[in-house]
């Protein structure tokens, strides 16, 4: 059985096993430390997940298998009974020799990472982020998981390479190969392109997979980049509805200012500067709304949404996050720009490692905002905690 207590000293909400009373402990949120009491009639709460009493996450609600302590608001999970027991009884024989017991872990914390499964039928929590969370746990998980997420990067990469130079290839065969029709010819060269684009979208969506577990702690199956089959037409589908969008949006500020200008003098010298007037005017909204549907792949991939589904959540879950995307997207660019930098200095053999290391963070800082916004849990390798 759970129970809800306050912290004495910043009013936390936090929900406490029973056979966890009367222990020392420290608050995540403002480190006090305080004896656990039960102190309130706040609703008792033994609901368990998966076999399991609820284990702790920050920042929501929802709940974790494997532990015995939640925290509502912020905090870290539950301890394991090996690990607490030795802890106390230093604690107390510090204290039985005169000195202070120095409780070390906080029996709040968690010993191990908990594996999170995602719940693709329950209901989305659309939560504001901040740079500070994102990036934190995003780098917590890369320190620990770097060498798989580069991996998927190299694999990924490696794939959309060989599927480009195959793609050269035929074009190159299309055009030096002997004469056929011309709308034939082009219409194989679109079908080439067509299918070099879908397969670029399919590993795509097989990245999200693999870095959906990662950021969960499961284990790193690479399989996983190509188990993206089922969900690759609902992905197919919303990218084109994010195309035609984006599209449309071009077309209103610039392709046709251009057009009618073009019609109203027709001099090709006023085109540019009619042009231009219209990217800078388009500019905001374009990547308002670019930003606006950057998690529609994650959703096909991790919540099998439907093209125009996975769309609009996206656009739900980013609404109030819009601006702390954009600043987490120049924070990244202004890392791939040093990364690079840093590659050229050193003779220029650090260009790809550290361009795909970027690459690795960036997969993952994305996954992790992704996650934050949605309210699911996100398994913290550092600090062996579940975050929400």
Aim: one cysteine or more; hydrophobic letters at 50%; glycine letters at 10%.
């Amino acid at each position: 059985m759970a129970i809800e207590l306050n912290c004495p000293e910043c009013g936390s909400v936090l929900r406490v096993a029973a056979e966890n009373l009367d222990k020392q402990s420290r608050c995540p949120s403002c480190l006090h430390v305080f004896i656990a009491k039960y102190e309130s009639s706040l609703q008792d709460d033994s609901r368990s997940t998966s076999g399991h009493e609820p284990a702790l996450l920050m920042g929501g609600r929802e709940r974790a298998s494997a532990g015995s302590i939640e925290m509502i608001d912020q905090g870290q999970g539950a301890i394991d009974p090996l690990v607490e027991k030795e802890v106390l009884d230093r604690g107390w024989k510090a204290l039985s020799e005169g000195g202070v017991p120095e409780f070390e872990l906080n029996p709040y914390s968690p010993v191990a990472s908990v594996a999170l499964e995602s719940d693709d039928s329950g209901e989305l929590s659309p939560t504001e982020i901040t740079i500070d969370s994102v990036l934190s746990t995003s780098w917590a998980i890369f320190r620990k998981h770097w060498a798989m997420a580069c991996i998927a990067i190299i694999i990924v990469s490696g794939v959309n390479y060989g599927i480009s130079f195959l793609q050269n290839l035929l074009l190159m065969g299309l055009d030096g190969g002997a004469p056929i029709n011309e709308a034939v010819t082009i219409g194989l060269q679109f079908l080439v392109f067509a299918i070099v684009w879908v397969s670029g979208l399919w590993l795509q969506l097989g990245q999200s997979l693999l870095m959906l577990d990662i950021c969960r702690g499961k284990p790193v199956e690479f399989s996983r980049i190509f188990a993206a089959g089922s969900c690759l037409i609902p992905g197919v589908g919303a990218m084109l509805i994010v195309i035609f969008v984006l599209g449309v949006l071009a077309a209103v500020f610039v392709g046709i200012p251009v057009g009618i200008a073009f019609q109203l003098s027709g001099d090709l010298d006023v085109l540019l500067p009619v042009g231009l007037a219209g990217v800078a005017v388009g500019a905001i909204p374009f990547v308002i709304l670019s930003i606006s549907f950057s998690i529609s792949q994650l959703l096909v991939a991790d919540r099998r949404c439907g093209p125009w589904d996975a769309v609009v959540t996206s656009m739900r879950v980013t609404r109030g996050n819009k601006l702390v995307l954009l600043l987490i997207g120049l924070v990244v660019s202004a890392i791939s720009v040093v990364a690079f930098l840093v590659g050229l200095l050193a003779f220029c053999l650090g260009v790809i490692p550290a361009m795909i290391a970027v690459g690795a963070f960036a997969s993952l800082v994305l996954t992790v905002a992704y996650l934050l916004m949605t309210g699911q849990a996100i398994a913290i390798p550092e600090y062996n905690t579940v975050r929400n």
